[in-house]
């Protein structure tokens, strides 16, 4: 057992959502999880204080289902963290790079690193994920096979990095929040707030148009709004949000008091300092 508290994240050790654990919560020990309902689960039990979940990348987008998962969590958003995907190549200790001809990472980072794989000549090949691929590389004693994954994935399974960050693109980057069981509305950081929240519109005329009005009205800057199906309806449609600021702004108080007027739901999910890098 240990004294420290834990925070959990999908994947194994190694994972880019472990080092957003390390960078973010360095005085946490990081939990890893097989599938992110494990995740929740493990801050609802107390088996961890905190969870790091993936909600977007610039390269790929929003992370499939995790929209739908967070307002049924019952936990809270109270803070994000953003991480540099750094890609490289990783084998056993003595293994030359003219000696691997395939390489194993997530389907996603494959094509990131195309360029570097042509000009080498190698292979590459879908895995489960990057930190697993580097882990069967290590425990099967693989000569010919490399893995792409983040430097810590090297570090937690003992192999030699080739080749350092290999990505094609210099940009991209995945966007975290850490969510807890109890709400944090405290006012805290140097970069202002942000608030997320779901609603659901009444099922009348223009009814998204006047429950987004009050926001342009009161000069709020709506960072994110996505739309996904409830239920598998087509008619019953959820909105995320993210806007800059507060609840008990005055300007955000108003907002939010018009966007209840026409909606049949609003659940604020989280209260949060914005991270500087999204600046």
Same mark, same amino acid.
């Given at each position: 057992?240990?004294?420290?508290?834990?925070?959990?994240?999908?994947?194994?050790?190694?994972?880019?959502?472990?080092?957003?654990?390390?960078?973010?919560?360095?005085?946490?020990?990081?939990?890893?999880?097989?599938?992110?309902?494990?995740?929740?689960?493990?801050?609802?039990?107390?088996?961890?204080?905190?969870?790091?979940?993936?909600?977007?990348?610039?390269?790929?987008?929003?992370?499939?289902?995790?929209?739908?998962?967070?307002?049924?969590?019952?936990?809270?958003? !109270? @803070?994000?963290?953003? !991480?540099?995907?750094?890609?490289?190549?990783?084998?056993?200790?003595?293994?030359?790079?003219?000696?691997?001809?395939?390489?194993?990472?997530?389907?996603?980072?494959?094509?990131?690193?195309?360029?570097?794989?042509?000009?080498?000549?190698?292979?590459?090949?879908?895995?489960? @994920?990057?930190?697993?691929?580097?882990?069967?590389?290590?425990?099967?004693?693989?000569?010919?096979?490399?893995?792409?994954?983040?430097?810590?994935?090297?570090?937690?399974?003992?192999?030699?990095?080739?080749?350092?960050?290999?990505?094609?693109?210099?940009?991209?980057?995945?966007?975290?929040?850490?969510?807890?069981?109890?709400?944090?509305?405290?006012?805290?950081?140097?970069?202002?707030?942000?608030?997320?929240?779901?609603?659901?519109?009444?099922?009348?005329?223009?009814?998204?148009?006047?429950?987004?009005?009050?926001?342009?009205?009161?000069?709020?800057?709506?960072?994110?709004?996505?739309?996904?199906?409830?239920?598998?309806?087509?008619?019953?449609?959820?909105?995320?949000?993210?806007?800059?600021?507060?609840?008990?702004?005055?300007?955000?108080?108003?907002?939010?008091?018009?966007?209840?007027?026409?909606? @049949?739901?609003?659940?604020?999910?989280?209260?949060?300092?914005?991270?500087?890098?999204?600046?």
């Amino acid at each position: 057992m240990t004294d420290h508290p834990r925070i959990a994240f999908q994947g194994e050790l190694g994972a880019y959502s472990h080092q957003a654990c390390q960078d973010a919560r360095p005085d946490y020990v990081p939990l890893p999880c097989h599938t992110f309902e494990d995740v929740i689960d493990a801050v609802k039990d107390g088996t961890a204080e905190l969870a790091m979940l993936p909600v977007e990348n610039t390269t790929y987008g929003r992370v499939a289902d995790i929209h739908r998962l967070l307002p049924e969590s019952g936990l809270n958003i !109270v @803070d994000e963290a953003f !991480v540099r995907v750094h890609i490289s190549l990783m084998a056993l200790p003595g293994v030359t790079m003219e000696e691997i001809e395939l390489v194993r990472a997530h389907l996603v980072l494959l094509p990131q690193c195309r360029d570097f794989l042509d000009r080498y000549g190698i292979r590459g090949e879908a895995a489960a @994920d990057s930190a697993g691929a580097a882990a069967e590389i290590a425990r099967r004693g693989l000569r010919n096979v490399g893995a792409l994954a983040s430097d810590l994935a090297a570090d937690a399974y003992g192999l030699n990095i080739l080749a350092h960050h290999i990505e094609d693109q210099a940009h991209n980057t995945t966007r975290f929040l850490i969510m807890a069981r109890a709400p944090d509305f405290t006012r805290r950081g140097d970069h202002g707030m942000v608030t997320t929240f779901v609603f659901r519109v009444r099922n009348i005329p223009a009814a998204l148009y006047k429950a987004l009005g009050g926001f342009a009205t009161n000069g709020i800057n709506m960072t994110k709004l996505e739309s996904y199906m409830v239920k598998g309806s087509f008619t019953a449609t959820q909105f995320y949000a993210d806007i800059e600021g507060h609840p008990e702004d005055p300007g955000v108080k108003l907002a939010l008091e018009e966007l209840d007027y026409f909606t @049949d739901h609003v659940g604020i999910l989280g209260v949060y300092p914005a991270d500087p890098r999204r600046l």
